[in-house]
């Protein structure tokens, strides 16, 4: 069994919270677009990629800034 401590729970969790509202976001941005060009298969699926791809670059700057502040 592996226990982790609650700060590193709490990264965790807040890394896969940006990741997933990205992608959320980025999901709902590219169905409009889809409906908007007759494509949504397209749009949706690009959507959901650049959205998780922003959560990512967002969670790797909230650990960047927590990391100087120690």
């Given at each position: 069994?592996?226990?982790?401590?609650?700060?590193?729970?709490?990264k965790?969790m807040n890394n896969?919270k940006n990741?997933?509202?990205?992608?959320?976001?980025?999901?709902?941005?590219?169905?409009v677009i889809?409906?908007?060009?007759?494509?949504?298969?397209l749009?949706?699926?690009?959507?959901?990629?650049?959205?998780?791809?922003i959560?990512?670059?967002?969670?790797?700057e909230?650990e960047n800034?927590?990391?100087?502040?120690?």
């Amino acid at each position: 069994m592996c226990y982790a401590t609650g700060n590193s729970d709490y990264k965790i969790m807040n890394n896969e919270k940006n990741i997933g509202l990205g992608a959320a976001f980025g999901a709902a941005i590219g169905a409009v677009i889809g409906v908007l060009t007759d494509n949504l298969a397209l749009w949706i699926s690009l959507g959901i990629a650049l959205g998780a791809g922003i959560g990512i670059t967002i969670s790797q700057e909230q650990e960047n800034e927590n990391g100087d502040e120690n």
